[in-house]
Structure formats: structure tokens, C-alpha cells
């Protein structure tokens, strides 16, 4: 009796502690455990459904982990045979499996059968460590909890996302397609029991190599061995998954193509700062051919434009009309060190140049400060001394010639009209510009390319003019959540713009015909070079397609007077070569089309008139009705001539001395332009050699004189190093009606006499100014100008 006193409350005490420990440590694995798992990988392809890239976890290195919508009776059934039988029958350890498992250990001496449940092995995969018995008994714990806590079907859920599958891959879903290249709802019993099969031993049976996929097929073979033995499957259905699984072929492991690096790396950053895709089967609308034809194209451009300065390159191809991204070149080659190929020049902020020109016509049609046929002058520099990048002036022009012909002046005077904050504004409604800067910081020279930008805005801006006004986001993959697009011109003023640029006798004379801007179908284009040839661009698009193109080099140093027709252009051209190779006869129809409801009108290039049989260069241009020009043009006029003197014919001239001929009356400001240019002048006078004199003709109205050049106000620094005649100032006066001559005075004396149209040049000197210019012997004069030179 009295050893049961002493002993019995031992046993208890002890019985009592091992039961609290039992308590104590399920408390604590209760406490840690849950069914957690790595974000999905991303798993990209283009457009046809071929491979892109992998994009998993940046915190986890293996690959997959795609949840399952529903479970797939094939797997369920195929995984419970294989992993775990009675697994709707047991608490998530299995007792039977357990004590089998004790007996089997005991016979061989070693450790030969785990009698791990599906459950306990969610809770290896989750935590993972050496395989101990305390550590089994701690996996039994959480075994258990896990499946009170979720439910069998989500454990057997969560077992499939994570279970390991060979070369990296976690789980069913994502090795069916990585493997198999389909959904794991569609696959077949051969297939499901061949992936099955490989999380016993991943490395042992890698289907990559030959043994492993012998491996597999041979356990999976015996899947399809106790499928069949528990009536799941029937004999037909046996026996053709026997056969299918001896003939199952993997297809080669998709590589990511080194081509598409940069757009990979680009939808990446997309993902990480974005919304992310909605799932994690990414069809991107990325064309892997176009991709590796465009790279090699941008290879080949730059092999051949070396040793001329040009150092990189970016390419970026949009479909028209859904602004789906077809192709993406960041560089000429990310590994290309020598070059800093690893930089995606598509992101990266550059001069663009006169790329920005469409954009300020286009908000000028829009407000009505221009129309078709409204003239602007090329002909001299503007207030803030832009000049053209050829030096030269064309004079009058009307909206499509000027920018077809990428003048500076006309679009720096054009932004000027329209307000530099208005102008400004409106490109970053475009997408081109944060507002980082005022517009005053870059001025008028943000008509010319002053203000930085990159390919990808400019390619979106181009994107609105090729889309009848409306903007929208560029379009990466299927699915992609994006803002409703946004009208931003309307699509008469989209369609006027595209026509501009898309007319090959427009772009004359600056850019030839049949050169790297003009194509066998219609392509609107627009070319940019930068400040001392840095930056090279062209963006042109056709009924299909928006092309991008950029050259130039990564440091920022000027390329070898190497133009954006001269380089980039070119490129372009042969990119959408590719893309229509359909269409290089140039027979079918697949032109712009204009303005709803707009009529075609010929008008005077020079005037911007209704057109007569005098004009020598006429366009057809398109009005809406009621706004076409209501005026013949009267700047151009045929007149008789006396061959013998030049002057007008008369009545009495013999027929074979007279010759009809073409001559221009424009407005005074035109003198110098028109003068340098060869426009004749009608004559003053009828020819006297068969007629009597003419009687005495009435006095001319008085002349009005405006100086053009210099500006009043105007301040300039000499360089002391320069010869004088390098250092001269330009003088220019208006005189209506016209005279023969002027007298121009300096600081109120007599400087030189000058002939009609009255331009000469003054030598700088230091000191403050005045210029005037006066008509001989008489008392008409402008007002003097004030000029300070340092």
C-alpha cells in the first residue's frame, strides 16, 4: 500500500508534464502555422503564346506557385493514390499509415517509410528542415491543425500549388504549363499521372533530360497501375494513358529571348509600380517575330552608321488603333557593355528635336488660329533668335508645307501665337512632360526640341494623332486594365495633321522624294535631329502601325552630322517595310482618309487662295464646307511682255516680241525673300519702243517704311576674335508701296543706299545704335531702332 502512495503521484506527475508539454507545443505550432505561399510567378508569352520570361517572387528563388481555381478531379484522384489514400478519413495524420510506417522502420533497421499525409508534407514544404523524428512530430502537430483549421480541400489545395515538380518549379498548375504548355484542367490521365509522379524525387525524374522523363513515366505508370486497380479508371481509358504516357514528349525549355530583355525588364517594372495583371498567365501582345526582326534590323542600322558617331539605338512598335505594344528594342544589345546596351533607351529622356512640331499645329487648327490655308512667314529669324537648321528661308508657307518641311521658324512663331503656357499645357496633357519646369524655362524652343522626352511618351503623343485625337495608354497584355481614352483633338484636326505629314510633295523642297521618308503606301512621318546632331528620331505611322525610332549616342556627345532623315528615317523605313511587306507594290488603296465631310479645294501654295491658272505651285488641300477660301489668288499675275525691253507689252508691240510670262506680287515683307528667291516683280512701265509716250502717270501714294531687322531693344556681344566681316548685322525694311530705293542712316547719318528689296549688312561696333531707313530725297522714313553692342 504504501508504495502505491509514494509511487502513484509520480506517474501522474509525469504523465501530467509530457500532457502540458503536448499542450504547450500544439499551442505553439497551432500559433505559427498557416498555409502561406510565395506570390504566383509571372509566367510571360507573346502574342502567339510562345515563352517570354519567368517573372517569380524577388523573395523566394523557386518558380510557380499558382493557386488552383477549382481542383481537377484527374489530379485529385492521381495525387491522392500516389501521396495519400485515405486522406478524407483521417484528421491529417494518419494513424494506420503511422503504425504501418513504425513496423516497416523496426524490420529494415532504418528508416524506410515516412508515413507522411499529404498535410504533414505541406508542413515540410512550408517550413523545411532535417527530417527527425521530433521534427516529424512536430509536422504531425501542424498536420493537424492545418486541416481543423482550413479543411481538407484546402490543404490538398495548397499541397498542389507547392509541391515541388523538378528544376525549380512549385506546383501543378505551373508545371503543366511549363512542361506541357496547357491549363492542368485539360490534361489527359497520361499526363496527369507523368506529373504526379515527380514530386517523390524532382531531381531524379527532370523532364528535361532523357532518364529523368523515363523516370517519371515509369512511376508514372504505376499511377496509372493503382488508378486503375481502385475502378477510377476503366480499361479504355487505362490503356490509352499507358500508351500516351510511353509516348509523352516535353518540348525544349523555353529560354528567354535576349532580344526582348528590355520589354520584359519594362513589364516587370510595370507589375512592381502598377496594377498587377489578372493572372498570373500574362499574354502579352508583344510579337516575338517582329521583336527579333526589328533587334536585327536596329543591329544592322547601327553597323552601318558606326563610324559616324551613332552608338545606340530604340525601336518601339504599336499597333494603330489599340496602342497594343508589338515590339520594344531598348538597345542594340542589353550585354553590349562597350555601348551601355544594359540603359532601355526608350525610357531614357532626350532632345526629340522637331518631333514636337505635329503637336502645336495640331493645337492651332484645333483653336482656329490657323486654318488650311492660313500663311506663315519663313523669313526671318524669330524674337528669340531661332533660325532653320539649313540657314535658309522658304518664304510664305502654308500649315502643311511647313511642317511637312520641319521649319523652325514658322513653329517657334506658331507657338508664340498660341501662348508659350497654352502650348505647354497642352503637351503635357499629351504625356510628354511631368510640368517638372514652367514653359518659360525652355521658351520658345520648346517648338524645337528643347525640352527632354522620352520614345515611349513620344510614341503615345504620335499615338493620339494616329487614333482621329483620342489617347489612351499603351496596351502591354491581355487583360490590362486601362483608363477610358481621352479626346484630346478632335478627329477632324487628327486626320488634317496626318495628311500633312503624310504628303510627299509637301516635304519639298527641304526632303527629296523617294529617300528614306517616302514609302509605296501612305505613312505619315515626322523626323527630329537634335542640337549638334546628339539625338536622332523619327515616329511614323501607317493605317497599321506607329514606329518609334531613336539614335544617338549613350554619353551625349554629337554624332558626326548624322540628321534624323540621314539615319533614323531610314530605320523607320525599314520597319514598316517588314511590316507590310504585303503592300511594296503600292496598289493597294490604303490611304488616309480626310475629314468626315470635308471638300477638296486647289489653292496658291504662296497665298493660301483659291488657285488660278497663273499659280505655278498649286496643293489640294481640305476644307470643311463654308470655310474653304473664298478669293482668287492675285500674287500671281500673266503679263504681256516686249521681249526686246522687258517691259509690259502694248497694243502696238509686234506679236513676235511678245512673250506672256508669270510674275509675283506679294506683300512687302516678302521683298528680300522673294527678291533672293528670283520671284520676278511685273513691270513699271509699258514699253516705249512702238507707242508714243505715255502721259504723265499721278503722283504715287506716300510709302510707309517699317524696319524688320534689327528689332529695337536688340542687345549683342561682339567676339573681339572674329573677323569683321563675320560680325556684321543684317538691316531689313518694309516699304509699301514699293520703291526703288532707300537711304539707311546710322546714328543719324547716311550709311548706304540700297536698291530694292533694300537688305544689306552693318558692321558691329561698340556702343549704342540707331537705325533708320529713309527714301531718297524725300520725307518718308521709319522709326529709328535702338541696338546696344558690347
Not at 513515366?217 to 504516357?245: F, K, P, S
Not at 504625356?431 to 515611349?456: F, K, N, S, V, Y
Not at 530705293?741 to 561696333?765: E, S
Request: one cysteine or more; aromatic letters at 8%; a positive charge.
Amino acid at each position: 500500500m504504501s508504495g502505491k502512495i509514494i509511487w502513484g503521484p509520480v506517474r501522474c506527475s509525469r504523465a501530467a508534464r509530457a500532457a502540458l508539454l503536448a499542450v504547450g507545443l500544439l499551442v505553439l505550432v497551432a500559433a505559427r502555422v498557416r498555409l502561406t505561399a510565395p506570390a504566383p510567378t509571372l509566367l510571360l508569352r507573346d502574342a502567339h503564346g510562345r515563352f517570354l520570361a519567368e517573372v517569380p517572387d524577388p523573395r523566394d528563388p523557386e518558380v510557380g506557385y499558382w493557386p488552383l481555381a477549382r481542383l481537377a478531379p484527374r489530379v485529385v484522384a492521381a495525387t491522392l493514390a500516389v501521396e495519400d489514400r485515405r486522406f478524407r478519413r483521417h484528421p491529417g495524420v494518419d494513424p494506420l499509415a503511422v503504425v504501418r510506417g513504425v513496423a516497416q522502420n523496426l524490420r529494415a533497421g532504418r528508416r524506410a517509410s515516412g508515413a507522411s499525409t499529404i498535410a504533414m508534407q505541406v508542413a515540410r514544404l512550408e517550413r523545411p528542415g532535417p527530417r527527425t523524428y521530433p521534427r516529424k512530430l512536430v509536422e504531425a502537430l501542424a498536420a493537424l491543425v492545418l486541416t481543423a483549421r482550413y479543411g481538407h480541400s484546402a490543404v490538398l489545395a495548397h499541397y498542389l500549388r507547392i509541391a515541388p515538380y523538378g528544376n525549380r518549379v512549385r506546383g501543378i498548375a505551373y508545371a503543366a504549363r511549363r512542361y506541357l504548355g496547357k491549363p492542368v484542367e485539360d490534361l489527359s490521365w497520361a499526363e496527369t499521372a507523368f506529373l504526379v509522379a515527380i514530386p517523390q524525387a524532382p531531381a531524379r525524374m527532370n523532364p528535361y533530360r532523357e532518364a529523368g522523363r523515363g523516370r517519371a513515366a515509369e512511376r508514372g505508370r504505376r499511377v496509372l497501375d493503382t488508378l486503375r486497380a481502385a475502378h477510377v479508371l476503366g480499361r479504355d481509358d487505362y490503356d490509352l494513358a499507358v500508351r500516351q504516357i510511353a509516348a509523352l514528349r516535353i518540348p525544349p525549355l523555353g529560354r528567354r529571348p535576349p532580344e526582348a530583355l528590355h520589354a520584359v525588364l519594362h513589364l516587370e517594372r510595370l507589375f512592381r509600380h502598377g496594377a498587377p495583371p489578372p493572372a498570373p498567365l500574362v499574354n502579352t501582345t508583344l510579337d516575338l517575330d517582329v521583336q527579333q526582326a526589328v533587334a536585327a534590323m536596329v543591329a544592322d542600322a547601327l553597323g552601318e552608321l558606326e563610324e559616324r558617331g551613332a552608338g545606340n539605338a530604340a525601336v518601339i512598335v504599336v499597333e494603330r488603333g489599340t496602342n497594343r505594344v508589338v515590339a520594344w528594342v531598348g538597345s542594340a544589345g542589353y550585354f553590349d557593355a562597350r555601348h551601355a546596351g544594359a540603359y532601355d533607351y526608350a525610357r531614357v529622356p532626350r532632345s526629340p528635336g522637331s518631333t514636337l512640331k505635329p503637336f502645336l499645329y495640331a493645337l492651332a487648327l484645333e483653336r482656329g488660329a490657323i486654318t488650311p490655308a492660313t500663311i506663315l512667314d519663313d523669313i526671318l529669324r524669330t524674337p528669340g533668335d531661332i533660325t532653320n537648321a539649313d540657314e535658309a528661308f522658304l518664304g510664305p508657307l502654308l500649315p502643311r508645307v511647313a511642317l511637312a518641311n520641319s521649319r523652325n521658324v514658322p513653329a517657334a512663331n506658331l507657338l508664340d501665337r498660341l501662348g508659350l503656357d497654352d502650348g505647354y499645357a497642352f503637351l503635357r496633357d499629351l504625356g510628354l512632360h511631368d510640368g517638372d519646369q514652367p514653359g518659360r524655362h525652355w521658351g520658345l524652343g520648346l517648338a524645337i526640341g528643347a525640352m527632354p522626352t522620352t520614345l515611349e511618351r513620344l510614341v503615345r503623343a504620335y499615338a493620339v494623332l494616329a487614333g482621329d485625337g483620342r489617347a489612351g495608354e499603351l496596351v502591354w497584355y491581355r487583360g490590362q486594365s486601362l483608363a477610358p481614352p481621352r479626346r484630346l483633338l478632335s478627329e477632324d484636326t487628327a486626320r488634317l495633321v496626318t495628311l500633312f505629314l503624310a504628303d510627299p510633295m509637301a516635304r519639298l523642297p527641304t526632303f527629296p522624294r523617294m529617300g528614306p521618308s517616302e514609302y509605296p503606301f501612305p505613312v505619315a512621318v515626322k523626323t527630329g535631329t537634335s542640337s549638334k546632331y546628339r539625338d536622332a528620331l523619327t515616329v511614323a505611322y501607317s493605317t497599321r502601325y506607329v514606329v518609334g525610332v531613336w539614335l544617338g549616342r549613350p554619353d551625349y556627345r554629337p554624332m558626326s552630322r548624322l540628321t534624323a532623315f540621314s539615319s533614323a528615317a531610314g530605320l523607320a523605313q525599314r520597319i514598316l517595310g517588314h511590316l507590310h511587306q504585303g503592300q511594296q507594290d503600292g496598289l493597294e488603296d490604303l490611304q488616309f482618309p480626310p475629314p468626315r465631310g470635308y471638300r477638296a479645294v486647289r489653292i496658291c501654295a504662296l497665298t493660301g487662295k483659291r488657285a488660278t491658272h497663273a499659280c505655278g505651285q498649286v496643293l489640294l488641300e481640305w476644307f470643311r464646307p463654308g470655310q474653304e477660301p473664298l478669293e482668287d489668288c492675285d500674287a500671281h499675275v500673266l503679263e504681256p511682255v516686249d521681249a526686246r525691253d522687258g517691259l509690259l507689252a502694248s497694243a502696238a508691240t509686234p506679236r513676235r516680241f511678245v512673250e506672256v510670262r508669270r510674275f509675283t506680287v506679294l506683300p512687302a515683307r516678302y521683298a528680300a525673300w522673294a527678291a533672293a528667291n528670283g520671284l520676278p516683280r511685273p513691270p513699271v512701265g509699258v514699253s516705249p519702243l512702238d507707242a508714243p509716250p505715255a502721259p504723265l502717270a499721278r503722283e504715287a501714294p506716300p510709302s510707309r517704311l517699317r524696319i524688320l531687322a534689327p528689332r529695337s531693344g536688340l542687345m549683342l556681344v561682339r567676339d573681339p576674335e572674329s573677323p569683321a566681316i563675320m560680325t556684321t548685322l543684317a538691316l531689313r525694311v518694309i516699304v509699301e508701296p514699293p520703291a526703288e530705293q532707300v537711304v539707311w542712316y546710322v546714328d543719324g547719318a547716311p550709311f548706304r543706299v540700297v536698291d530694292y528689296p533694300y537688305t544689306t549688312r552693318w558692321a558691329l561696333a561698340p556702343g549704342e545704335h540707331t537705325f533708320q531707313a529713309r527714301l531718297p530725297f524725300a520725307r518718308a522714313g521709319s522709326e529709328a531702332v535702338r541696338v546696344r553692342v558690347e
